[in-house]
């Protein structure tokens, strides 16, 4: 979706205030896996959109192709790609465009760019681009409406119009009169340079206006977090420092925790006082950092740190071709990106390949799936690679991951469990204790409120329903104790299969079975996550395969614990377990007397 | 559907015993109207299919293929169509099924037929057929595998065949192997002659199965209504009548009465022991009478007389263009045949043409829609054709409508009201008393069970929800206290429309709200009743048009009462009323203080 549909839309809506952060490409892979981190945990506030910077003189093209990606795809944040002309004939400006349009990317922030390190002045490529406006000309002229085109507009004038720290009247004028040039080629917003004199923002903004530049124009906010890196960019960019900020700043400018305070009171404080002018848009440069652009933002009562608002239980994708996804299996609930991964080629949602078996089916499993940040490595390494010695070993690692007891799991992406699991947690862990290996779950939920903290979604209003949900790796033996069980219990529906495709189930192979829904005012019935017997059989070659490759290989070769795991593979069975009866039901009367 | 593949089914699913009712084309319009009638009070017990036979000699060409349209397609039931060789050419052959495949119908009964009353000996036509089997060939060869085809089983051999009561031992033989000949060609089922010896049918089946025909043989079953028919009957098949019935009809054959009962008691003890040798079909031969037909199926615990069971809150369509149609506007509810002929061209269900404007829209309004049988106009002349001298009268109207002392309704086909009406009959006449003229409800229901009486839908196991709808006629006045008492009512969405077209609403245009849904073992959420507020404008010209056409024009041109409606007509506004809160909502609060 374009970023000036979403503000439009916030406009036309119920005034809500837009916010984004902004990112650049980190320097190591390291920091690349550290950021994503970051942002997932960001994004969970709902921000509008992030963008991601491109690097001086088209140094990061390839990395800032693959995060913004990566961005719209994996964290399902909206997504604006920056790109500039320096160093970029057409052909290479082209490839970037197909890159991200063939990605689901509809944002592009249209930049001049600076000159590449050690050089001087911006200095026009052969092929290329001499300035953002030939480059906004150029994304209309080839790609016509399909981007939203953001411009950079200068409150202070352009650097390169700044002389002894201020432009002009004549060089400022030109400049405003450059960006009406670039609004009318077909930018349809505009983010500023970073700015601390609010008041030069505002008039900024009327001088725009007198123009006739009637686009939105968003407030490009950098929180100080650090006093010589504030020193720093505010030479590069040459922005006016108010005296107020010099002086607040000197005293304790070598304490950075309260220079970090302070640049969260300021930005606050800055926010307050545009907002109050009317203006419902903020753009904050994180610089990478999560806390104080968090900071301002909760400061100003956007988010609310305990609730974390959801539109389905899953994160909703942004990428254009997938906008109209609105059901998922359960069973990758916990590994969102996997998801995304094996259904990256479908070009139908939400009926694309799932349940449909004359359909080419999921895509297959790659190494992909297996991979997984250095962080999450690290703690999986810490807390899943202790010796076991028996099935109870294995089985005392579950019960202490469903009682918080471990942040990591083999089969989750995710930090720690999942909000509504500690409404079962107890049960859960009795379950696992027993030796049923539970590795996604969900309780039953009878008509709660749809803004309720732990189980809600969809927004205010409605009352949202689950039927209680168990997966878990057996023995052949408990599986046959579950099966007994549920002869007598006619509301529990299970698909079983080990690892080599035996399978037995009480629900025929296309049963697709609704686990989660909404009902919501003036709207159709939501039913964002199913239970899908075919998607289960497909699912499963990636849950056992998780046994070696996220597990077993924490131990290194020809380690019993090692052995162990392998063998459990090869001999349990993977279970789906619903109960139906999401009003009077028990799914764990299932597992009495095992 | 096949009805091959119907039962198909019921064999594989539950092994419920499938039955099925056959009637004749009556010789009178009247005759014709009260048929329907008959056919939608015993369709409601879930015959798998009903057939209609075709005339001797082609002389109900017409009036079978149109009676077959309106049984698939208006009473919704799965419907077989006799089709005879005689005076067929083949070009009428062709007419005959190129009509029915358009209209949606699947099942053909192919046979020879009897000769034209006053002949004595079926004559091949030129152009024409000699025999079913060449029927049978030449469906197949023209219509591929579109058509389930069904011919005719005789159990105690051809009637041609039968000397003095009774056919040779060659005789019979040849006619196995002519039936194995037709099955062979491509028929899929067979349907039995009339019998009343179990044993003769028992045998013949296991016959067939010695020559190898394996596609099920359905008995038909003649209850004996009436002495003389039934010899007249018997006595035209050559049907060989045991002496045991003999017996017991002789001393009762002038009462009426009990030749009747006994009639069902020798048809409930035949089917009994039918059942007993694992034959789970029945095909009743009802000659166009309902109660001999229902007692057997009755007596035989097929249906239970209180629990009409609805596998949707309205009747799912038969026609195989539209078997995917699932949901529905609520507008129709009371007129579901008018429903199905405005949406007859739709070619894609369920997400045909309403909410999308993009699409061709509603067929338009035509006389069909207003069109009523003779006796419900009769009834409407007794209930509604009362003077009016002003809009009180109007208003109890619709209170001894709303109380059930009105059995019908110009607004609806239906006769009497829905069973979930009673459970606001009260509340909804104290509504109607004060001037909202209701011609649409039903009540909240939060979570009963799926095979609840009065509001259960879709089968056992499940549980089912409505949010609380009115709709109503109601003056400028009137309406305006509503949406005044809505503003403070957050859960109430409505729109409201006069004849001329001028609305309002607190809804977007575009916002489709599920008001009846269900939820199932095994099953994705079902919501079959929506209120879409683009159907709504569709639907408001007919609701409006109903005033004259099917109130106003029960009196006299120029008559007061006449007058006084198409005044109100005129002035008044619809109102389609939702509560959104099912669970602690009161639509009725809408109306307080009014």
Same mark, same amino acid.
């Given at each position: 979706?374009?970023?000036?549909?979403?503000?439009?839309?916030?406009?036309?809506?119920?005034?809500?205030?837009?916010?984004?952060?902004?990112?650049?490409?980190?320097?190591?892979?390291?920091?690349?896996?550290?950021?994503?981190?970051?942002?997932?945990?960001?994004?969970?506030?709902?921000?509008?959109?992030?963008?991601?910077?491109?690097?001086?003189?088209?140094?990061?093209?390839?990395?800032?192709?693959?995060?913004?990606?990566?961005?719209?795809?994996?964290?399902?944040?909206?997504?604006?790609?920056?790109?500039? $002309?320096?160093?970029?004939?057409?052909?290479?400006?082209?490839?970037?465009?197909?890159?991200?349009?063939?990605?689901?990317?509809?944002?592009?922030?249209? /930049?001049?760019?600076?000159?590449?390190?050690?050089?001087?002045?911006?200095?026009?490529?052969?092929?290329?681009?001499?300035?953002?406006?030939?480059?906004?000309?150029?994304?209309?002229?080839?790609?016509?409406?399909?981007?939203?085109?953001?411009?950079?507009?200068?409150?202070?004038?352009?650097?390169?119009?700044?002389?002894? +720290?201020?432009?002009?009247?004549?060089?400022?004028?030109?400049?405003?009169?450059?960006?009406?040039?670039?609004?009318?080629?077909?930018?349809?917003?505009?983010?500023?340079?970073?700015?601390?004199?609010?008041?030069?923002?505002?008039?900024?903004?009327?001088?725009?206006?007198?123009?006739?530049?009637?686009?939105?124009?968003?407030?490009?906010?950098?929180?100080?977090?650090?006093?010589?890196?504030?020193?720093?960019?505010?030479?590069?960019?040459?922005?006016?420092?108010?005296?107020?900020?010099? #002086?607040?700043?000197?005293?304790?400018?070598?304490?950075?925790?309260?220079?970090?305070?302070?640049?969260?009171?300021?930005?606050?404080?800055?926010?307050?006082?545009?907002?109050?002018?009317?203006?419902?848009?903020?753009?904050?440069?994180?610089?990478?950092?999560?806390?104080?652009?968090?900071?301002?933002?909760?400061? /100003?009562?956007?988010?609310?740190?305990?609730?974390?608002?959801?539109?389905?239980?899953?994160?909703?994708?942004? #990428?254009?071709?997938?906008?109209?996804?609105?059901?998922?299996?359960?069973?990758?609930?916990?590994?969102?990106?996997?998801?995304?991964?094996?259904?990256?080629?479908?070009?139908?949602?939400?009926?694309?390949?799932?349940?449909?078996? #004359? #359909?080419?089916?999921?895509?297959?499993?790659?190494?992909?799936?297996?991979?997984?940040?250095?962080?999450?490595?690290?703690?999986?390494?810490?807390?899943?690679?202790?010796?076991?010695?028996?099935?109870?070993?294995?089985?005392?690692?579950?019960?202490? /991951? $469903?009682?918080?007891?471990?942040?990591?799991?083999?089969?989750?992406?995710?930090?720690?469990?999942?909000?509504?699991?500690?409404?079962?947690?107890?049960?859960?862990?009795?379950?696992?204790?027993? +030796?049923?290996?539970?590795?996604?779950?969900?309780?039953?939920?009878?008509?709660?409120?749809?803004?309720?903290?732990?189980?809600?979604?969809?927004?205010? +209003?409605?009352?949202?329903?689950?039927?209680?949900?168990?997966?878990?790796?057996?023995?052949?033996?408990?599986?046959?104790?579950?099966?007994?069980?549920?002869?007598?219990?006619?509301?529990?529906?299970?698909?079983?299969?080990?690892?080599?495709?035996?399978?037995?189930?009480?629900?025929?192979?296309?049963?697709?079975?609704?686990?989660?829904?909404?009902?919501?005012?003036?709207?159709?019935?939501?039913?964002?996550?199913?239970?899908?017997?075919?998607?289960?059989?497909?699912?499963?070659?990636?849950?056992?395969?998780?046994?070696?490759?996220?597990?077993?290989?924490?131990?290194?070769?020809?380690?019993?614990?090692?052995?162990?795991?392998?063998?459990?593979?090869?001999?349990?069975?993977?279970?789906?377990?619903?109960?139906?009866?999401?009003?009077?039901?028990?799914?764990?009367?299932?597992?009495?007397?095992?």
């Amino acid at each position: 979706m374009k970023v000036i549909d979403k503000i439009r839309g916030a406009a036309n809506g119920d005034g809500r205030t837009v916010f984004s952060f902004e990112f650049f490409p980190p320097k190591t892979e390291e920091g690349v896996e550290n950021l994503f981190d970051r942002m997932d945990r960001m994004v969970a506030h709902n921000p509008s959109f992030c963008d991601i910077t491109w690097g001086a003189g088209g140094s990061t093209a390839d990395l800032t192709l693959d995060i913004s990606n990566r961005m719209q795809n994996m964290i399902c944040v909206e997504t604006m790609m920056h790109l500039t $002309c320096t160093n970029m004939p057409v052909e290479k400006i082209d490839h970037a465009l197909d890159t991200i349009k063939s990605n689901g990317i509809q944002n592009v922030l249209a /930049l001049r760019g600076d000159p590449p390190h050690g050089q001087d002045k911006f200095v026009q490529v052969a092929g290329g681009f001499a300035c953002a406006l030939d480059l906004v000309q150029h994304i209309r002229a080839k790609y016509g409406d399909y981007f939203g085109i953001t411009v950079a507009g200068y409150p202070e004038a352009h650097p390169d119009m700044i002389q002894d +720290g201020i432009a002009t009247e004549e060089a400022y004028n030109s400049d405003l009169t450059y960006l009406k040039r670039k609004v009318d080629a077909g930018a349809d917003l505009i983010i500023t340079q970073l700015f601390y004199d609010t008041d030069i923002f505002l008039k900024f903004v009327n001088d725009c206006r007198q123009i006739g530049i009637t686009c939105p124009i968003v407030p490009g906010i950098m929180p100080i977090n650090n006093y010589k890196g504030f020193l720093r960019m505010t030479g590069f960019c040459k922005t006016k420092i108010p005296d107020k900020i010099t #002086n607040a700043l000197e005293p304790i400018k070598d304490n950075e925790e309260a220079v970090r305070a302070y640049g969260i009171h300021l930005g606050t404080e800055m926010c307050k006082k545009i907002l109050a002018n009317g203006i419902n848009t903020l753009h904050l440069y994180t610089l990478n950092m999560e806390k104080s652009a968090l900071a301002i933002i909760m400061n /100003l009562g956007l988010i609310e740190e305990s609730k974390v608002l959801r539109s389905l239980p899953w994160r909703r994708p942004t #990428n254009v071709f997938r906008v109209q996804e609105d059901v998922r299996p359960i069973f990758w609930a916990n590994r969102p990106k996997s998801y995304i991964s094996r259904t990256i080629g479908w070009d139908q949602y939400p009926h694309g390949r799932w349940g449909d078996s #004359n #359909n080419p089916s999921y895509g297959a499993l790659t190494d992909y799936q297996f991979m997984r940040p250095r962080s999450r490595d690290k703690k999986l390494q810490e807390e899943w690679a202790t010796p076991l010695k028996s099935v109870d070993d294995i089985s005392e690692q579950f019960v202490k /991951l $469903c009682l918080g007891k471990r942040r990591s799991s083999p089969w989750s992406e995710l930090d720690g469990l999942q909000p509504e699991t500690k409404i079962i947690d107890e049960k859960l862990s009795q379950v696992n204790s027993k +030796g049923f290996l539970t590795i996604n779950s969900q309780p039953a939920i009878n008509g709660e409120k749809s803004d309720s903290p732990a189980v809600g979604w969809g927004g205010p +209003g409605g009352y949202v329903y689950q039927k209680a949900y168990l997966e878990f790796f057996c023995s052949k033996d408990k599986l046959h104790s579950i099966v007994e069980n549920c002869k007598v219990l006619p509301s529990l529906t299970y698909i079983a299969v080990n690892k080599d495709g035996n399978h037995t189930s009480n629900v025929a192979p296309n049963a697709v079975n609704a686990v989660t829904w909404g009902v919501f005012p003036g709207k159709e019935i939501i039913q964002p996550t199913v239970v899908d017997p075919m998607s289960f059989m497909i699912w499963k070659d990636e849950a056992f395969e998780i046994w070696s490759r996220g597990w077993a290989r924490l131990f290194p070769e020809g380690d019993p614990s090692r052995e162990l795991l392998l063998q459990v593979q090869k001999s349990y069975y993977l279970v789906s377990l619903v109960d139906n009866d999401f009003i009077h039901g028990d799914i764990f009367a299932a597992f009495k007397d095992i």
